[in-house]
């Protein structure tokens, strides 16, 4: 028997907060406490996925920033969902730059690559083994009830983490950041940095307009370069690796 795909997903910036929705190219990004336009099912949904973010210990993130968009096979990322991936791929690293700025006093990028990241939450039913593990494990918290069907499986959704790592969840689940001690800064605003960034600098606005399609053979070579430069900014990296991967930005 196929699998059923939902018709949607979900994309989350989960440290980056916003006050007001933000268009970023064919998607509009809103605060996770603004639900309005959505069916019951797509407010609970919303709703389960906020309560899974979290910065560390028992710390949940107060609100992050999403955006309702086209279905994908996180499963089965064939050929038809390719390039929904792709635009998604293009929005985060075009977001990631744009925070990645010089601090205008240290000189240091303004936000890491890791502080852009984006959960892409696809809903459906997932198998109940893979979110309750039960070797060399103890529950040490409160434990929602979850009853399995025939095949194993519960509600709850199926995951992808900076376009790199599968996960699968349910409702009180968590997901915390990509490394410890990230950092939240208070006077992030998705909405209104992007404007300041668009408005002030001419080569971010024209980054933007990138992200819409059709795009060209030029908008690929940039956007391609921008992951580069990400991938030297983040975390994750190395000295000698940043280097490498700057080092690629301009080849």
């Known amino acids: 028997m196929l699998r059923e795909v939902c018709r949607y997903t979900f994309a989350v910036f989960p440290f980056l907060k916003t006050h007001a929705s933000v ?52 499963d089965d990322p064939g050929d038809k969902y390719v390039p929904v991936l792709q635009d998604l791929e293009d929005l985060q690293a075009a977001v ?26 696809s809903p459906g039913r997932v198998s109940f083994y893979l979110v309750r593990p ?3 494990v103890e529950c040490v918290g409160p434990e929602i009830p979850l009853e399995k069907d025939s095949r194993g499986e519960v509600e709850g959704y199926r995951g992808l983490y900076n376009f790199k790592h599968h ?7 968590r997901l915390y950041p990509p490394f ?22 001419p080569h971010y606005s024209l980054l933007m307009g990138l992200l819409r399609r059709p795009k060209t053979s030029l908008a690929d070579r940039i ?23 700057l080092g690629e930005l301009y080849r």
């Not at 996770?32 to 609970?44: C, I, N, V």
């Not at 996960?167 to 689940?173: A, D």
Request: charged content about 20%.
């Open 96 to 121: 990631a730059y744009c925070y990645a700025s010089s601090h205008p006093i240290f000189c240091d990028p303004f936000f890491r690559y890791e502080h852009a990241s984006l959960l892409v939450f």
């Open 223 to 245: 956007l391609r370069a921008i992951k580069w430069f990400n991938k030297g900014n983040s975390r994750a990296a190395s000295e000698d690796e940043a280097i490498i991967n």
């Open 167 to 173: 996960f699968w969840v349910v409702k009180g689940s």
């Open 23 to 74: 268009s970023i190219g064919e998607l509009t990004f809103r605060s996770t406490t603004d639900m309005s336009g959505l069916t019951a099912e797509q407010a609970k949904q919303v709703s389960d996925v906020s309560e899974m973010l979290f910065l560390q210990d028992n710390f949940r993130v107060r609100s992050a920033s999403y955006a309702l968009g086209p279905a994908i096979d996180l």
């Open 134 to 136: 039960e070797h060399h």
């Open 180 to 201: 410890p001690q990230i950092g939240l800064n208070i006077g992030q605003d998705l909405e209104s940095d992007l404007y300041q960034f668009t408005s002030e600098s």
